[in-house]
């Protein structure tokens, strides 16, 4: 479950806020938590931000969870010292998104992770998500990558490409894990192989979540199904008005943060939050 980062109404990070979401995605059946991914609104964090966040994390969870940490960038180098220099007690995976903005071709992504996967004393999983980046993490460069290096272990696939998440699927080595990025695909991709989702709406609805993967893990895709449509409305209103934006209104309706975001960022309008409300009313009381 990818978590948000909750501010106070002055723009601080809001701890108390945090330990009750990590009260309820835990309480609720969440299997792994990532920190620091984009739900987090991790550009607009300081590094002082994401160290104490971590460290709060952490001695939250004590271990009782799996801790995957978004480490991410557009220049290896840079990326690779900051991976050297984090401590990384406590943390399980990194989860590293293609590089943004300069937009490498697929030789230049190879390298990037193949450095990475060297550097890393964690496991890495790659990120695909092209309508955030603009360059798009191909089936065959991914193979490459997970059949070339044992450092990576997985790929978050949020491209929306079914042809490509399954040409992935279809030729992973074993031991390789294809995982959705989108709450609205789990059901599809996870029929097809996949074996979870790193979510969203689980923020606010994890014990629905949680169900729908186990579901489909019990390859009960009946039963998947139902709670999919259940969830369905949810998720399309959370990202009508641009997302971490809309989970973040559902958790202040749900009484869980402030509705605040930093700038560049702002809140949801006021129509999308009416939906939103009633879309996560309606959820709860399923």
């Known amino acids: 479950m990818a978590l948000i980062t909750p501010f106070t109404q002055s723009g601080e990070v809001d701890y108390p806020a945090l330990r009750r979401l990590l009260e309820f995605v835990t309480k609720e059946g969440t299997d792994y938590l990532v920190v620091q991914g984009t739900t987090s609104e991790v550009p607009t964090l300081t590094k002082d931000e994401k160290r104490n966040i971590l460290d709060f994390i952490l001695e939250f969870n004590q271990r009782k969870l799996p801790v995957v940490l978004g480490l991410a960038g557009y220049d290896t180098a ?31 992504l190879y390298a990037h992770y193949m450095a990475i996967a060297d550097a890393s004393p964690v496991p ?43 040409e992935i699927i279809k030729g992973k080595p074993e031991g390789f894990s294809v995982i ?53 409305d949810f998720i399309h209103a959370i990202f009508l008005d641009g997302s971490p934006a809309g989970i973040k209104a559902a958790l202040n309706i749900m009484g869980f943060c402030e509705n605040v975001l930093r700038l560049p960022l702002v809140p949801v309008n006021d129509d999308v939050y009416a939906i939103i409300k009633d879309k996560i009313t309606t959820l709860l009381a399923e």
Do not use: W
Not at 154 to 161: D, I, T, Y
Not at 227 to 232: P, T
């Open 78 to 108: 840079a990326l690779i010292k900051t991976i050297k220099t984090t401590n990384f007690d406590g943390v399980d995976a990194i989860l590293s998104v293609t590089p943004y903005y300069n937009r490498p071709n697929q030789a230049g």
């Open 124 to 166: 890495v999983i790659l990120y695909n998500v092209p309508s955030r980046t603009g360059v798009n993490l191909s089936a065959e460069t991914t193979l490459k990558l997970a059949n070339d290096h044992p450092n990576i272990i997985a790929v978050k696939e949020a491209s929306g490409n079914l042809p490509q998440i399954m």
């Open 180 to 232: 959705s990025g989108d709450d609205l695909m789990t059901l599809p991709v996870m029929s097809l192989g996949a074996v979870g989702v790193i979510s969203v709406a689980g923020n606010a609805c994890p014990g629905f979540m949680a169900l729908l993967v186990k579901e489909c893990l019990r390859e009960d895709f009946v039963a998947a199904a139902k709670v999919h449509y259940q969830l369905m």
